[in-house]
Structures are given as C-alpha cells and as structure tokens.
C-alpha cells in the first residue's frame, strides 16, 4: 500500500535520531503543519548527506507531489539511494514503482529483489507484496505454497490486506489445505479492520454457512459495513437479500434500490438481478426507488 501523510509522520518520529534533531525536527513540524516546503528545505540537505530516512521521504513527497512537482523518475531516484542502504521502507517503495512501472520501465525481476530484502527484514508490506507475486507468478514461477507463506508472515503482523488473502487461500485451498473456519477467521480479521471486500467475503460465508453455521443477520451486517463503504458487490448482495427476505423482510423497493447502487457502478452481475426485481415492481414502485438511490449516493452510502 502507499504511504501516507500520517504513516510519513509516524516514520518521522521513530527515527528522529537518525539525523540531527534539530533540521528533523523543524522538518517535521513543518510537514505536520502542511508546510511541504519548509519540510523539504530541512530534508533534503539530510538526504543529500546520506541519510536513509530522509531519502525516502523525498521519494515520498516527490511520488505524490506534496512540495514538490510530482515526479516518479525522481521518486525511484530517492527510493533507490535509501534503499541501497538497507531502508526496507525504502526498498519496499522502490519494489512497488518497478511492480506498477513508475518512474522506471517496469521490471518484475527488480521488483522481486527488492520485495524480497525488505520481506527478509521483516517488512510486512514487503511480505504480502511478495506473495501477490508468487501468487500471480510475476517474476517468478507461480508457487501458491510459497505466496501462502509469505501471506501469513504480513497477516501476523497484523496487514489487512494480507490476512483478507488468506481468507481467499484458505477457502478456496490454494497453496494450502481448504479450511472454511480458518478462511473465516482471517476475513473476520481484516473486516474488523474495515476491509471492504474482507466484509463481502465474511458476509458470503455466513450466507453460505460456509465455516460457520448459516446466520443471515450476521450476513447482512458485514455485506451492509462492506456497501456503506461503496462495495458495488456488498451492494448487490444486500439487493439480493432484501429480494428473498433473507434475514430482513422481502422488500422490492431495498432490493433494487442496492441493485440500482451496484449496477451504476458497473458491477454487471447484479444489474441482471435489478432487472429481475423490477419485472416484479409496478413502475411507480420503481420510481419510488430510485430516489433513495439517488439520495444514498449523495451521501456517500451511508445511512442507506
């Protein structure tokens, strides 16, 4: 995942002393207080100095343009010096612009390399990057065994996205034994997080009673956290729920007012779906939902 402000700002106070307090210091307060370009006069002599930390956080500011017009070459410039210094941070970052091909032609074989120094060093994101790329054999022969290990190593640490990727794995038993409970367990993880498509997933396997036992309300509250969140899938899910009156009364008007939300994000499966509850709707009915619809996206989903 990218960094972000508060992820740069956290980085800046576990290393302050690896660089003189004073210009760390100030640059930090100046970034707190959205001053980017005090922040880069204090940074950038440390970074021209040598100092890892500081580089990064130039390839940061120069990767998303906060003081600095964006620019990923110079980005991959900055990663690249701090990572050579052992930064996993660093390599990480550097990893992820040869992966996407920014700033650099793309190139799975150095992405690989840097995943994996940073992945060695206990690098969580570093960890689930590397196991998407066994996963999709991207640099390397595809090896599910291998990118289940690596997924496990993150999702112990506690990274969202790498125990949501274990729910898939150990569900649908790639590169592990199929294990329902378990699957559960790491969706339940990540959902409570706040992963969307975790709480889709969580939701389905309750739906299902698929390593639990099949508990409608608790379907419906993790495909709702997942559709409050803009999910188009979640959404349809809901729609399909209020359609059969599974765990809610059957409700025509709910039930394609979720399907009109998914389908207007172009999610096709359910707009055949939508289509299929309005055959069983008077067109007033229809129109009646619609509004909702319409009131449920200016709100950015919530409340709906």
Same mark, same amino acid.
């Given at each position: 995942?990218?960094?972000?402000?508060?992820? *740069?700002?956290? *980085?800046?106070?576990?290393?302050?002393?690896?660089?003189?307090?004073?210009?760390?210091? #100030?640059?930090?307060?100046?970034?707190?207080?959205?001053?980017?370009?005090?922040?880069?006069?204090?940074? #950038?002599? *440390?970074?021209?100095?040598?100092?890892?930390?500081?580089?990064?956080?130039?390839?940061?500011?120069?990767?998303?343009?906060?003081?600095?017009?964006?620019?990923?070459?110079?980005?991959?410039?900055?990663?690249?010096?701090?990572?050579?210094?052992?930064?996993?941070?660093?390599?990480?970052?550097?990893?992820?612009? !040869?992966? $996407?091909?920014?700033?650099?032609?793309?190139?799975?074989?150095?992405?690989?390399?840097?995943?994996?120094?940073?992945?060695?060093?206990?690098?969580?994101?570093?960890?689930?990057? +590397?196991?998407?790329?066994?996963?999709?054999?991207?640099?390397?022969?595809?090896?599910?065994?291998?990118?289940?290990?690596?997924?496990?190593?993150?999702?112990?640490?506690? !990274?969202?996205?790498?125990?949501?990727?274990?729910?898939?794995?150990?569900?649908?038993?790639?590169? %592990?034994?199929?294990?329902?409970?378990?699957?559960? #367990?790491? !969706?339940?993880?990540?959902?409570?997080?706040?992963?969307?498509?975790?709480?889709?997933? +969580?939701?389905?396997?309750?739906?299902?009673?698929?390593?639990?036992?099949?508990?409608?309300?608790?379907?419906?509250?993790?495909?709702?956290?997942?559709?409050?969140?803009?999910?188009?899938?979640?959404?349809?899910? *809901?729609?399909?729920?209020? !359609?059969?009156?599974?765990?809610?009364?059957?409700?025509?008007?709910?039930?394609?007012?979720?399907?009109?939300?998914?389908?207007?994000?172009?999610?096709?499966?359910?707009?055949?779906?939508?289509?299929? %509850?309005?055959?069983?709707?008077?067109?007033?009915?229809?129109?009646?939902?619609?509004?909702?619809?319409?009131?449920?996206?200016?709100? $950015?989903?919530?409340?709906?």
């Amino acid at each position: 995942m990218k960094q972000t402000k508060n992820l *740069l700002l956290i *980085l800046l106070c576990l290393t302050a002393l690896a660089a003189p307090a004073a210009d760390l210091y #100030k640059g930090l307060a100046a970034y707190e207080r959205g001053d980017y370009a005090t922040a880069l006069r204090e940074l #950038k002599p *440390l970074a021209e100095q040598g100092d890892a930390f500081a580089q990064n956080s130039l390839g940061v500011m120069h990767e998303w343009g906060w003081g600095v017009a964006q620019d990923n070459k110079e980005a991959v410039k900055w990663f690249r010096r701090a990572a050579k210094q052992g930064d996993a941070t660093a390599q990480t970052n550097l990893g992820t612009m !040869y992966d $996407n091909g920014q700033g650099a032609l793309q190139d799975y074989q150095a992405a690989l390399k840097w995943f994996r120094l940073a992945a060695e060093q206990g690098n969580a994101e570093a960890q689930y990057r +590397l196991g998407i790329m066994y996963a999709e054999g991207e640099g390397v022969a595809q090896d599910y065994k291998k990118a289940f290990e690596w997924h496990r190593m993150a999702a112990e640490q506690g !990274y969202v996205d790498a125990q949501a990727m274990l729910g898939v794995m150990y569900r649908e038993g790639r590169g %592990v034994l199929q294990d329902y409970q378990l699957a559960i #367990k790491w !969706y339940r993880r990540a959902a409570k997080q706040g992963d969307a498509t975790a709480q889709t997933n +969580l939701g389905t396997m309750y739906d299902n009673g698929q390593g639990a036992l099949q508990d409608y309300q608790a379907a419906l509250k993790w495909f709702r956290l997942a559709a409050e969140q803009g999910g188009a899938l979640a959404q349809g899910k *809901l729609g399909l729920m209020y !359609y059969q009156g599974k765990g809610v009364p059957q409700d025509y008007i709910r039930a394609h007012m979720w399907c009109n939300l998914a389908a207007a994000q172009g999610e096709e499966r359910v707009t055949k779906l939508r289509d299929l %509850v309005a055959e069983k709707m008077r067109a007033a009915d229809i129109a009646t939902a619609q509004q909702p619809a319409r009131e449920c996206m200016e709100r $950015n989903y919530k409340g709906c």
